[in-house]
C-alpha cells in the first residue's frame, strides 16, 4: 500500500464527521500541489534525478476558505520562479474579460503603447472580430445576468463609492465615473449589488442608479456609507429615505489638513475620543467638546467638525458590533483598489461596454468569494460580532 493510502486511511479512521470533509479537502489539495511542484522541478520531494530542473524553497502558509470551512495550506515555494497552485486561482472570469478588452481595444485601433506591448506579449497578433466577438458575447451573457438579478429581502446597509477611469468617446479621451454599491441583507450577507458608468456624479446620475437597483427589488436600507458628495446625499434622501453615514476616514485626511504636520497625530487622538464613546449622545458630547477646545487654536478645523457632526456621528446610533464596518467606505475601497489595479492595465477603454464587462466580471468573482462568508451573524441585534 502506498503512503497517500495510507495517510487516507490514517486520515479517515481518526477525524471526527463534522471535521472530515474539510480534512478531505485539505489532503486532496496538499497531493495535488506536489503533483503540480514534481513536474515543475522534474523530481519528486527529497529525489535525486539527472531531470531535476528547479529545487524547492520551503513553504508558504495560506488559509483558503472553503463551504466546508478554512483549509490551512502549506503551498511549497520554489527557488527559481513562482508557484501558485491552479485550483485556487479566483479571477479565472476577469482575466478572460480583461484579455477581451485588449483585445478589443487593438481591433478598434487603440495603439497606446502599454496596450500593443501588452498584445504581443499575449500572443494576440491576428486575432479576427469573430473571435474576439464570441469571447465578449460569452463574458458580456454572465455579467449582465450577475448585475441585472432580483435583488431579495432587505438591505440594512449600503455602501457607494466611486473610481475614474479613461474611455475613448467620439474621437476624444475622457475620464468617467464608475459606481460600485455594496450591501448587506438581513442575513448578514454582502453582496455587489450593480454598478454604473458616467461622467459626472450629479445628483440625477446618482438618482438614477438607485432608482434603477430599487427597481431590482432593492429595500430595507438603513444607512448608506458614502464620501461627502451633495448630489448623493440629496439622492440618498430622495429614493431610498435612508441615513447617511459620511465616510469617517475620508473625513479626518480633510481635518488632519488643518491640523499641520506636527499636531495631527494629537488632533487624531482627540477626534478619536468621539469614536469610542458608548453611545450617540455621548459620541456628540464628546464631539462638541473637543471641538470647542480646538477652536482657539485652529478655527476652521473647529468649523469644520461643527459642520460634519451630525454625518460623521450617524453610525454611532446603530447597534455597536455594526460600528467597525459601517464608519466608512473602507471595504469597498479594498474593492475599487482591484479594480484599479486591474483597469490600468488597460489605460484606456475603447467604450463603455468594455468597462461594464471588465470592472463586472471582477466584481462577479469577487460576489462569488463573499458568498462563503459571512460579514455578520445576524442582523437583528442579538448576535452582531462582525466577521472580516
Not at 11 to 28: C, H, Q, T, V
Request: glycine share 6%; hydrophobic share 40%; charged share 30%.
Amino acid at each position: 500500500m502506498t503512503d497517500e493510502m495510507i495517510a487516507l486511511r490514517t486520515l479517515l479512521e481518526k477525524s471526527p464527521d463534522a471535521d472530515l470533509l474539510r480534512e478531505m479537502i485539505g489532503f486532496a489539495a496538499h497531493r495535488l500541489m506536489e503533483l503540480e511542484v514534481e513536474s515543475l522541478t522534474g523530481a519528486a520531494h527529497g529525489e535525486r534525478s539527472p531531470d531535476r530542473i528547479n529545487y524547492r524553497n520551503g513553504y508558504r502558509e495560506r488559509d483558503w476558505e472553503t463551504r466546508a470551512g478554512t483549509v490551512e495550506l502549506r503551498i511549497p515555494k520554489l527557488r527559481k520562479a513562482s508557484y501558485f497552485p491552479g485550483f485556487l486561482e479566483p479571477r479565472r472570469m476577469a482575466e478572460k474579460a480583461l484579455t477581451a478588452v485588449i483585445q478589443e481595444a487593438y481591433i478598434h485601433g487603440v495603439s497606446t503603447r502599454s496596450v500593443d506591448e501588452l498584445v504581443r506579449a499575449m500572443g494576440m497578433t491576428g486575432i479576427s472580430k469573430s473571435q474576439v466577438s464570441r469571447l465578449c458575447g460569452e463574458i458580456d451573457d454572465k455579467v449582465a445576468v450577475f448585475l441585472n438579478r432580483p435583488l431579495e429581502g432587505d438591505w440594512p446597509y449600503l455602501w457607494l463609492d466611486a473610481t475614474y477611469v479613461k474611455v475613448r468617446e467620439q474621437g476624444r479621451i475622457v475620464s468617467v465615473a464608475v459606481i460600485v454599491a455594496v450591501a448587506v441583507n438581513g442575513d448578514g450577507r454582502r453582496e455587489v449589488l450593480g454598478i454604473s458608468i458616467g461622467v459626472s456624479e450629479a445628483e440625477t446620475f446618482w438618482t438614477e442608479f438607485l432608482r434603477s437597483l430599487a427597481r431590482r427589488g432593492l429595500r430595507g436600507v438603513k444607512l448608506v456609507i458614502s464620501d461627502a458628495h451633495e448630489g448623493l446625499k440629496a439622492a440618498v434622501s430622495r429614493v431610498l429615505h435612508a441615513s447617511w453615514q459620511r465616510c469617517r476616514v475620508h473625513f479626518m485626511r480633510n481635518v488632519l489638513a488643518y491640523a499641520g504636520r506636527q499636531g495631527r497625530r494629537v488632533v487624531a487622538a482627540f477626534i478619536g475620543t468621539a469614536f469610542v464613546q458608548d453611545d450617540a449622545e455621548a459620541a456628540r458630547a464628546q464631539w462638541r467638546q473637543v471641538a470647542d477646545q480646538l477652536r482657539p487654536k485652529v478655527p476652521k478645523l473647529a468649523a469644520l467638525m461643527d459642520d460634519a457632526e451630525t454625518d460623521v456621528l450617524t453610525f454611532m446610533s446603530f447597534p455597536k458590533d455594526h460600528r467597525p464596518k459601517i464608519h466608512s467606505t473602507n471595504p469597498l475601497e479594498r474593492l475599487n483598489g482591484e479594480i484599479k489595479r486591474r483597469t490600468e492595465v488597460v489605460g484606456i477603454f475603447p467604450n463603455e461596454a468594455a468597462i461594464t464587462r471588465l470592472v463586472g466580471a471582477i466584481l462577479l468573482e469577487q460576489n462569488d468569494e463573499w458568498a462563503v462568508q459571512r460579514w455578520s451573524r445576524t442582523m437583528n441585534g442579538r448576535s452582531s460580532a462582525p466577521a472580516t
